[in-house]
């Protein structure tokens, strides 16, 4: 009888946890799937949308963004190796790097962090003009990535979780509502990881997180 009872008690004790994981989602059934191509864009296409030099910016900008530009290949190249990704949880400095086919621009380090779920983790970048939070799940075909879905919005307007409610991946922030943003997140060396976010026929975002 006594152990019966325990085993019941352990069960009970573990219901928490076997529900919590019954009730996860994968990425692949939470993406919309117009932004599906913006998280799977093999990181090599991504990378042959760099220009060798910038195209378009003025003689006041032009070394600045070819430095962002050069980071911006040296760390897309960096990523068509990805390491374990080990302890990602935590506190981060974030820097941001719009790029496509014309150049690129870096913004400077701002804080973030990682934090873990009952599904994954999550993700949020807290300081900053332009900010993104949002969950980090497993890649079952990749165990060397996970899937970002999340929200962009502007200094602290409100966000939501990713999803339909949100304005489509691609328009600019503003007051209306949060945007949504995809990507993957990947391990590029021993204290750095790179955030391919938002991927499109005419550029995407990378996010560095040192610490």
Sequence with gaps: MFKRSSMLIAAWLLWPAMASAATCESWQSTVLPAD?????????????????????????????????????????????????????????????????????????YFAGRIDRTACGFRFSKTRGSQRRSGTLLPMAQDDRALAFLGAFTVNDDPTRPYGPDNRPLGEPAGPEGPVNSVGRLLRIGPHTLLMLLDVGDNGFELYRLER
């Design 36 to 108: 599906r191509p913006a998280l799977t864009t093999p990181v090599q296409q991504v990378l042959d949308q760099l220009p060798t030099h910038p195209l378009s910016a003025s003689p006041d900008y032009l070394a600045d963004q070819a430095v962002a530009l050069d980071e911006a290949r040296y760390l897309l190249q960096r990523a068509l190796h990805p390491l374990p990704l080990g302890d990602i949880h935590g506190a981060w400095r974030v820097r941001s790097i719009q790029a496509g086919r014309t150049g690129a621009y870096a913004y400077p």
